[in-house]
């Protein structure tokens, strides 16, 4: 079955860095586009970056341009999320997204938290 698993989140300052992962199985995963998505309490779930299947082509929500990057590595089956110069504003669950079939699959997500 389809499993997404996020992993890097943790407590961070502002200004810093942090690289979260995630590890996907149980489908193609060169095969299709991915998505990280973030929600932070009492907000709905926004999302934050795409990457298509190949890595080529990517988008970033307005909030993060210039500071995140995603891209995935299709031979460890791994999309990444590189994020730059981190905001308390940031502060949210990270979850990564995978739409398949015309279902969408979700991680478990993972806690960033950008605080003094």
């Known amino acids: 079955q389809v499993q997404l698993a996020e992993s890097g989140g943790g407590l961070v300052q502002p200004g810093r860095s942090l690289r979260l992962s995630c590890a996907a199985s149980?489908?193609?995963?060169?095969?299709?586009?991915m998505r990280w998505y973030r929600q932070a309490p009492g907000k709905e779930r926004e999302l934050v970056a795409s990457?298509?299947?190949?890595?080529?082509?990517?988008n970033y929500a307005d909030s993060v341009k210039g500071r995140f990057t995603i891209s995935r590595d299709n031979d460890k089956n791994t999309m990444y999320l590189q994020m730059n110069s981190l905001k308390p504003e940031d502060t949210a669950v990270y979850y990564c997204?995978?739409?398949?079939?015309?279902?969408?699959?979700w991680g478990q997500g993972t806690q960033v938290t950008v605080s003094s």
């Open positions: 997204n995978a739409a398949i079939r015309l279902q969408s699959y």
């Open positions: 990457i298509s299947s190949a890595g080529a082509l990517t």
């Open positions: 149980g489908f193609t995963f060169s095969s299709y586009g």
